[in-house]
């Protein structure tokens, strides 16, 4: 973290991308129960109001009249209670703060990525606007008289009661007032409101000010930084006509539409009672700091209990921790297999080191259980598919979540978010039947059920995404793949399993037509080719009929893994013991040929191919005869094979380090060099991707 | 060049005033590679190093050595002779010199190290022949016999 600046731009994505997603979260939830509770007007409206408050203090502007329309909003709702709203409207209101949190993202997104933020969001506020104006006008006949007044407000009544009474001391007939607050330290606060008066005036628009002797009085600078500067309006219009021209205007910093009330005091102190939480917040913006610092507080608070324990660390800081906790781990090995030391007999030193690696193992899972996130967060935004999806597609479909609290690795998080949404999108546009009479005729359940879920398994995480549609039809998906030319053996010897992997080749998809959502052609050979980016495997099952799974197999972390260490020539590589069957030394008659004649070996009655390593990396070896060497056997997705290499090194635990980037641009990638490892000499170690070397050997 | 004349080159410069007053003087790193000789800016300049173990990597264009271990940061080594499409052979001098190309650091090996120039930058002319790999963008004569050829550490670094 460079600078102050960067410091705070980074609070300030993270924050509000929490509120969002917390957001999104709550809105699933509300739709799911079609009603709004008052606890998530209050969640919607203080969220709401920290954003625009934070907003404003980084000075992005269309996030911030975003986020105050939408506060605009939720206040009206929380006023006159969700129940003011029809069902119609209700569902409106859904899909339009639905629709905005998405252009605030947006908004997000754009500055995570150093683009300019979208000046004209007219279209986004007017829709809040016009929204707003139909609920507000809609509410009136339910409502008594004084809610009739309140209703066509914005956000004045309770929230601004010190300007009220402010406003009542003018004893100005005008029924709406706009407060405004200048920026901070800008200085000639009064002439800074005269040319607003003056601005104003060139809109032909009647209005009062307090105020009202700005032009020639300059101490009224002071009472207009304390109080605000009041322009009074005599209908809703004006206001709203004005408020384009405040906006207009430099160096503003809030203002505030204020509704003159007309009722008796009781009213009153029940109308500020309801709002708690943001009364105080509103009532005095021109304190010191701009207005987002009480908000925060509200939030804050509200939080604060169930996140005391939790700390926000930027994930450079961890990184850096897992750079160093590696460099210890091979420290150690390097200390304590230190060759001065052989031969010598040190009892205490060898308790010594035995108690260090106990330490640096436990300094090492600690550490890297610092990086572990719940994957909930990716989870969650898959409800957000589901449901716009549903509305596009007019499909019944019910998401069902397990398994949520799973953790693993941030940066795999990260990496799979995209491939879970894609297989989503996939088994909500192909999986699941297109009308609910289809599934009520296969004897199923009118609405369609997703399962998304998450499990441990020792050093892997399973992550399954299954539908209960109509499946997957093998003979068409071999009938196409036969069409796109991808087959390389006669259909009748492809297994199910086969077939089925053939959905991840390039270039295929299985609808006939491109839609919205699913169906460009880069579909799952993308969505298998990031899964294996993190090391992790994907497996599809599906019955015809009956639905689809599937199965992503990712491994915890890709950090620290065990490895064998091989020898070829003078090259040593690692192989993740993870994907090691067996070692086993054969005799040469033992090794069987192809018709291409590639060797082969049989082992427990199955026979594997054999790659020699030398071979294929073109590497000067010591051994060439199958006798001398040792076969690897080897097993990573779908495929299992041997290696021939020189000798066994021997198993250690390896902190994998990325190839500079300079060589990724090479591709060798491709030809299973994924990445390499510091040994305890200071040597490096390659380390090599088994499923890739398998592809790149087999072109 | 003697050790003697490097250092008079360099207090020459001291004495011309501070190098940093000139906006148009830039220090350059000068190396020998099958013959010729080049410089790099010093600004790209990380470190000189000897004797290191390189480490081959399988499936790369010939001219890359390998990476080495730098104090646990993986750098990839670039044969200079190779890279310029000469013979590859290593001298007593060779030497890897680590540069730091838009923060990534590439290692070049080359025959050896010279000296560090203060140059007037108005005074590079441009090469006659743009040769293929647009390895060199421009040169300088030194004395009557030696010309200097600067290296753009962009190409260097292109992969396509």
Known sequence: ?699 | MSTEQMQNTNMDAQENGAPEADISMERYLTFRSDGTTMGVSTDYVIEILTDQMITEIPMVPNFIKGIINMRGQIVPIIDMRLKMGKFADTTESTCIIVLDIDSSCVGIQVDGVEQVLDIDKTQISPIPVEDQQGLVDGMISLSSQEVLLFLNCQELIRTY
Request: net charge negative; charged share 25%; hydrophobic share 40%.
């Open chain 1, 1 to 699: 973290m460079d600078n102050g600046m960067d410091n705070m731009l980074d609070m300030y994505l993270f924050e509000t991308n929490s509120l969002l997603e917390q957001l999104d979260e709550l809105l699933i939830e509300a739709e799911k129960n079609e009603e709004f509770t008052t606890d998530d007007v209050n969640e919607i409206f203080r969220a709401m109001h920290t954003i625009k408050g934070s907003s404003a203090m980084m000075e992005f502007n269309s996030l911030m009249t975003i986020a105050h329309r939408i506060e605009d909003l939720f206040f009206f709702v929380r006023e006159n209670g969700i129940d003011s709203l029809n069902s119609t409207d209700k569902s409106e209101l859904f899909n339009l703060t639905f629709k905005s949190t998405d252009v605030l993202r947006g908004e997000v997104e754009k500055l995570e990525n150093n683009e300019p933020l979208s000046t004209n969001i007219d279209s986004i506020t007017s829709e809040i606007n016009s929204f707003l104006n139909k609920i507000s006008g809609a509410g009136e006949p339910e409502e008594e008289a004084p809610a009739k007044e309140e209703a066509p407000e914005l956000k004045a009544a309770a929230g601004s009661e010190a300007g009220q009474k402010l406003v009542e001391s003018f004893g100005s007939k005008c029924p709406f007032f706009l407060q405004i607050f200048f920026e901070e330290g800008c200085g000639m606060e009064n002439l800074r409101a005269f040319m607003l008066v003056n601005a104003l005036h060139g809109t032909e628009l009647e209005f009062e000010f307090y105020p009202e002797d700005v032009e020639s009085n300059s101490a009224t600078s002071e009472v207009i930084i304390d109080h605000g500067f009041f322009v009074g309006f005599h209908s809703e219009e004006d206001v709203n006509k004005a408020i384009a021209v405040v906006e207009e205007q430099g160096s503003i910093q809030t203002y505030e539409v204020i509704h003159v009330e007309k009722k008796p005091e009781a009213e009153k102190a029940k109308a500020s009672d309801a709002p708690k939480a943001a009364a105080p917040v509103q009532g005095e913006p021109a304190k010191g700091t701009p207005a987002q610092n009480p908000g925060k507080e509200a939030t804050g608070a509200q939080a604060q209990h169930a996140k005391q324990s939790l700390l926000s660390v930027n994930l450079s800081k961890l990184d850096a921790l897992q750079a160093i906790v590696g460099e210890i781990v091979i420290t150690e090995s390097m200390v304590a297999s230190s060759p001065e030391l052989q031969g010598l007999k040190l009892d205490t030193f060898l308790k010594n080191t035995r108690q260090l690696r106990k330490l640096t193992d436990d300094l090492q899972d600690i550490s890297m259980s610092l990086r572990m996130v719940s994957i909930s967060g990716t989870f969650q935004k898959m409800n957000r598919i589901v449901r716009d999806m549903k509305k596009a597609l007019n499909k019944d479909v019910r998401l069902t979540i397990i398994g949520e609290d799973t953790e693993i690795d941030k940066t795999i998080v990260d990496s799979i978010s995209d491939p879970i949404m894609h297989i989503v999108r996939n088994s909500m546009d192909h999986g699941i039947e297109t009308t609910k009479e289809e599934r009520i005729a296969a004897g199923k359940d009118p609405q369609g059920e997703l399962i998304l879920s998450a499990s441990h398994t020792g050093s892997e995480v399973i992550i399954s995404i299954s539908d209960d549609g109509q499946g997957m039809d093998t003979e068409k998906i071999l009938a196409k793949a036969a069409r796109n030319g991808l087959l390389t053996k006669p259909e009748s010897e492809y297994s199910k399993k086969e077939i089925l992997s053939l959905l991840m080749l390039p270039g295929f998809s299985t609808n006939e037509e491109v839609t919205e959502f699913s169906g460009r052609g880069v579909g799952m050979d993308v969505v298998k080719k990031n899964v294996e980016s993190v090391g992790g495997t994907i497996s599809i099952t599906s019955e015809l009929g009956q639905g689809s799974c599937t199965t992503l197999k990712i491994p915890l972390t890709m950090a620290i893994v065990d490895g064998m260490e091989i020898r070829v020539g003078k090259t040593i590589f690692t192989i993740p013991i993870s994907n090691i069957r067996q070692s086993i030394k054969i005799a040469r008659e033992n090794v069987l040929h192809d018709a291409k004649g590639n060797e082969i070996v049989k082992i427990m009655d199955e026979f594997y191919p054999i790659i020699r390593l030398h071979e294929f990396y073109n590497i000067e070896p010591e051994v060439t005869s199958i006798e001398d060497g040792i076969l690897i056997w080897v097993e990573a997705g779908d495929h299992s094979y041997c290696m021939f290499v020189d000798e066994l090194l021997g198993e250690r635990q390896i902190v994998v380090k990325p190839l500079p980037s300079y060589l990724n641009s090479f591709n060798i990638k491709d030809y299973g060099i994924s990445g390499c490892t510091i040994l305890g000499d200071g040597n490096i170690s390659i380390i090599l991707e088994v499923m890739n070397l398998y592809n790149a050997a087999n072109v």
